[in-house]
């Protein structure tokens, strides 16, 4: 698939009677790199996972390109082009590497694998290791890479950096820069590390108690340090 734009309108959410998100609305342009920072408990997981169909939606719209997936389950929407990372690396620990790659393939043909190999060069040397036997970085690459295969058209990352070592971070990254660059897809990160993002994304979303508190370009962002301060509670960007 290649790149899609993705519209969100007017989306509340949360988990049964308890309402997290409430009346989020942003747009991300088919290819671009949206960021969405937001302090501890603000909603940012929940939003990824209200996208991804893995929460209680309310009311509001979620289109890719033309497409309203709102009312679609998870797997539905998968196949309307949406890909989504969790936080929690949901890989197979029992499963090789290449096995937990082969559950991205959907369909398409083995050597497809190459695509993530190439991105990710230590998954192919640890191609036949447990899932179970790597390190937090590498199984964030697998997490990443098995989404990867399925050509997500639009790319929901939920802090891949999270608890690895800056190098890795960097990797990471910069793999990501790469895919974003080269890689025909539109991506959403999530993430702690401002600067990181900002670095990554065309445009910032910050979310405040489940609501948009700011939007913006990163260029924007960078440059206003009251912002920055007030509702990402640091005063300078790391
Ligand atoms: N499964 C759940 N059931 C009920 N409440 C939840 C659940 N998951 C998260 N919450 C609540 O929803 C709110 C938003 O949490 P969320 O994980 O979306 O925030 P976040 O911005 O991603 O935080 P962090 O940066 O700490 O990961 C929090 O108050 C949290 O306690």
């Known amino acids: 698939m290649s790149a899609a734009s993705l519209e969100v309108e007017n989306l509340s959410a949360g988990y049964g009677p308890m309402r997290i998100l409430e009346n989020v609305s ?11 920072l937001g302090r501890n408990g603000m909603g940012k997981t929940t939003l990824l996972a209200t996208l991804a169909g893995q929460t209680r939606r309310y009311h509001g719209a979620i289109r890719i390109g033309a497409t309203d997936i709102a ?5 539905p929407r998968a196949h309307c082009g ?4 969790p936080q929690t690396r949901d890989i197979f620990p029992t499963l090789t590497v290449e096995e937990n790659l082969f559950v991205g393939l959907k369909g398409r043909p083995r050597s497809a694998l190459r695509e993530a190999y190439d991105m990710f060069p230590r998954l192919f040397e640890r191609r036949r290791n447990l899932g179970s036997q790597l390190s937090g970085g590498e199984q964030q690459m ?17 802090e891949p950096l999270e608890g690895l070592a800056p190098v890795i971070c ?6 990501f820069s790469e895919l974003a660059k080269t890689g025909g897809v539109t991506i959403v990160l999530v993430e702690q590390r401002i600067q990181s993002a900002l670095d990554f994304a065309d445009a910032v979303l910050i979310l ?6 700011w939007s913006g370009t990163s260029g924007e962002l960078g440059e206003n340090h009251q912002t920055v301060e007030e509702l990402l509670g640091v005063g300078g960007l790391h």
């Open 142 to 158: 697998l997490s990443t890479a098995r989404t990867i295969l399925g050509k997500p058209s639009v790319l929901l990352l939920d």
């Open 82 to 85: 949406l890909g989504y990372v």
């Open 71 to 75: 009312n679609l389950q998870s797997a």
């Open 26 to 36: 942003f747009s991300v342009p088919a290819g671009s790199r949206l960021a969405v």
């Open 170 to 175: 960097e990797e990471l990254m910069a793999a």
């Open 208 to 213: 405040e108690r489940g609501r948009v508190a």
